[in-house]
């Protein structure tokens, strides 16, 4: 079975310049999560997905964050435009329905972001 | 608030040896879940182990366990007989509400493991 699957794994640009990320979870899980972790730092929640709905976007930064999960399957982030603190990995992750007796999230490789 | 707390930044342990990483939580909930991940050099986050809150037994895979204490809401992870590949950072993360469907999990700063030869 895949893992989630990211796309670019690494990213160059410079700032003010416009990025984005591609995440195609779990055959199967519902729920999509995309985090930005920076270095050193435990991974901090930028929006979660139910099937197609943004249940949870309090922490996106919403003048220069976008997200869409159009079809309830892939998703992508973006940022427009980019500064030199959105710098970081951006890890997606997928989760199956709790009724399926999933408990935990597993997550892509991430993209590691540089802006310069 | 931080609902996380790892209070150690960086730890060392000698080959073979067994070795605790510290997690407290906090939450007001009574149905939530922990989960310890491993995140080596590479950058993939590694699923290791799993507590649910009701759980009357405190949970084991290999060679981790963790030291669920609910009054004093720690949740320890345990790593006995160290190998040099648990070389890696070490994160404590909590999903409150498993009753109810898909909520968030929240991850703490993590803790650095070094494993020496």
């Known amino acids: 079975e895949a893992g989630v699957v990211q796309s670019p794994r690494y990213k160059i640009i410079e700032k003010k310049q416009p990025v984005a990320f591609w995440c195609n979870p779990i055959?199967?899980?519902?729920?999509l999560y995309w985090y930005r972790q920076n270095l050193g730092q435990g991974p901090e929640l930028l929006i979660r997905?139910?099937?197609?709905?943004?249940?949870?976007d309090s922490q996106l930064p919403k003048d220069r964050f976008s997200a869409e999960r159009l079809k309830g399957v892939d998703s992508t982030l973006k940022i427009q435009p980019a500064e030199l603190g959105d710098s970081a990995v951006y890890l997606c992750?997928?989760?199956?329905?709790?009724?399926?007796?999933?408990?935990?999230?597993?997550f892509g490789p991430g993209t590691r972001l540089t802006v310069l | 608030a931080q609902k996380i707390t790892q209070t150690q930044p960086g730890m060392f342990v000698q080959e073979k040896e067994a070795v605790t990483l510290d997690c407290t939580y906090d939450?007001?909930?009574?149905?939530?879940?922990l989960f310890w991940y491993k995140q080596p050099s590479s950058g993939e986050m590694i699923f290791l182990i799993y507590?649910?809150?009701?759980?009357?037994q405190n949970a084991t895979e290999g060679r981790y366990s963790l030291n669920f204490q609910k009054a004093r809401k720690s949740a320890n992870l345990v790593i006995s007989a160290s190998q040099l590949g648990d070389s890696a950072m070490y994160f404590c993360a909590m999903r409150e509400g498993v009753k109810n469907y898909g909520q968030n999990f929240v991850f703490g700063p993590g803790t650095r493991l070094s494993v020496l030869p």
């Open positions: 939450t007001s909930d009574p149905s939530y879940g």
């Open positions: 507590q649910g809150s009701y759980d009357q």
């Open positions: 992750a997928s989760s199956p329905p709790l009724a399926t007796g999933g408990n935990e999230q597993f």
């Open positions: 055959s199967g899980h519902n729920t």
């Open positions: 997905y139910e099937n197609e709905e943004a249940v949870d």
